[in-house]
């Protein structure tokens, strides 16, 4: 059987141009203008500012490939009703992830205000994803056609309550979050209130009530999952309900951001998530709405969830160390580890769930970057965090950059920004993993998530680093 993790795309086969050549054997590998899906001119001036801030020949290249990577190749683009709909697929799947298309179009967020062609496609992906929702609230991925049958080989003999429109039915508490954290910063940015319709409250509703079952307070539920694989990451326990745990406030959750199965259903990472995203829902529903019930109503469970985690959401090291868990069961099991995607513990600041100066949050990055951290890696190339979905000894170039963007000091970034440089495999694109040792051998060439965040990345360093950028590294 082929999986997700087991697709890596040949080569993006994209026609590029020499327009953004720093210098002769560094092209521009970018699609022809004529082929890009979506053009902005707000983000072409971004490419251009941006990059006359950066010395470094490579990575300034990099940068021109990685950060439009989403609209060139990504974003495909309809009406519905008179109304834009916006189908943003992962890379080299033609799938939508919740996740995977809000963390696509983070990076341009700060451009809509005036780019009103660009505002277009934030409208049509917060529709696209409300309705997406409400096919599904348990899936993670979904499919074009919204009557259509999945035709991904590694789900087609999943058993769950697979739907029509659904690609992959994995529960993952975060790809109800993306959502919400996309309709935040859309409405912070724009305080356009168009997306937020009939159609968004009532996914909005959608999302509290899954969470609110997957509380699991009386009784498991409405899910479960299994596929026959040799993989134990890539189904739930127990008849596919998952393991035990104990209700205790916090969210269950059967899979990770990474897709791969969780060990204990409290996932500390993505609970927090929740509570963030649960409070900036209520801020678009009470402020573009005026819907003070379903602003209410997700406050008073982000306020509940906030309070377990804050019970039953730590451990400590074998050292003493007091530190968030990755993943707790409520019988008082835990386990430290983390895994790049994000949330992870590493990205808890990134995500704003905590203060970048938090103490307790500090030791917990601290350790997720040692061999405390089964999944962190050090080699003769690079150092940094992996997780089980492509194997040991593989480090995701995610890691890198949310160590970079997390309040790192400029040494460390600068560490950073040199191993992103370094392990391309002179692709002039980010990738989904690399082996430490050797960044030739790679999965996903063509992963738009991680291009996407190393150029906000460079865009989040030209406005607050500008110095760091300037030099040689």
């Known amino acids: 059987m082929i999986d997700r993790r087991s697709l890596i795309a040949g080569g993006l086969a994209l026609v590029g141009t020499p327009a953004f050549a720093a210098r002769p054997n560094l092209p521009s590998k970018r699609p022809a203008v004529a ?4 053009k902005s001119r707000a983000v072409e001036r971004e490419i251009a500012r941006v990059s006359a801030r950066i010395a470094d020949p490579k990575l ?11 609209l060139d190749t990504t974003v495909r683009m309809w009406t519905i009703a008179g109304a834009p709909d916006a189908f943003v697929i992962t890379g080299d799947i033609p799938c939508l992830w919740l996740r995977d298309s809000s963390a696509q179009l983070r990076p341009y967020l700060h451009l809509v205000r005036n780019d009103p062609a660009l505002r277009t496609v934030f409208r049509g992906l917060i529709a696209r994803q409300s309705r997406s929702i409400l096919l599904d609230p348990y899936a993670n991925a979904f ?3 919204p009557a259509g049958k999945t035709e991904l080989s590694w789900a087609l003999h999943d058993q769950t309550e697979m739907k029509p429109g659904v690609a992959e039915r994995k529960w993952e508490i975060d790809s109800l979050c993306y959502p919400m954290r996309l309709a935040y910063g859309y409405w912070q940015a724009t305080r356009d209130a168009a997306p937020f319709d009939a159609t968004w409250a009532e996914a909005a509703r959608a999302s509290l009530r899954t969470y609110r079952e997957q509380q699991r307070k009386d009784g498991r539920g409405p899910y479960s999952f299994l596929r026959a694989s040799n993989r134990s990451t890539e189904t739930m326990a127990l008849e596919g309900w998952g393991n035990p745990a104990k209700p205790n406030g916090l969210i269950q959750c059967g899979f990770r951001p990474s897709d791969d199965a969780c060990l204990y259903p409290y996932l500390i990472p993505a609970n927090h998530f929740a509570v963030t995203t649960l409070r900036e829902m209520a801020v678009v529903a009470k402020e573009a709405r005026n819907d003070t019930a379903l602003a209410a109503d997700a406050t008073a469970l982000a306020a509940e969830v906030e309070t377990a985690l804050n ?3 730590k451990m400590r090291l074998r050292d003493g160390r007091e530190v968030w868990a990755y993943e707790v069961d409520g019988f008082g099991n835990a386990v430290f580890m983390d895994d790049a995607n994000v949330p992870s513990l590493s990205a808890l600041a990134y995500m704003g769930c905590v203060p970048a100066t938090d103490p307790l949050w500090r030791r917990t990055a601290d350790a997720a970057w040692s061999d405390a951290n089964p999944y962190f890696f050090k080699g003769t190339k690079a150092e940094g965090i992996g997780g089980p979905h492509v194997g040991l000894g593989q480090i ?4 890198l950059i949310i160590r970079a963007l997390a309040g790192a000091d400029d040494a460390t970034v600068r560490s950073c920004l040199r191993m992103l440089r370094d392990t391309d495999a002179d692709t002039g694109f980010m990738h989904e993993a690399f082996d430490k040792d050797d960044p030739t051998k790679f999965t996903r060439s063509w992963f738009a998530w991680t291009n996407g965040l190393f150029g906000e990345l460079l865009v989040h360093l030209a406005d607050t680093r500008p110095a760091l950028l300037a030099a040689p590294l």
């Open 396 to 399: 995701w170039p995610m890691s």
């Open 60 to 70: 300034r290249w990099m940068f021109g490939n990685c950060y439009p990577n989403t």
């Open 35 to 38: 082929d890009r899906l979506f």
């Open 311 to 313: 019970a039953h959401g």
């Open 143 to 145: 499919l074009e056609d």
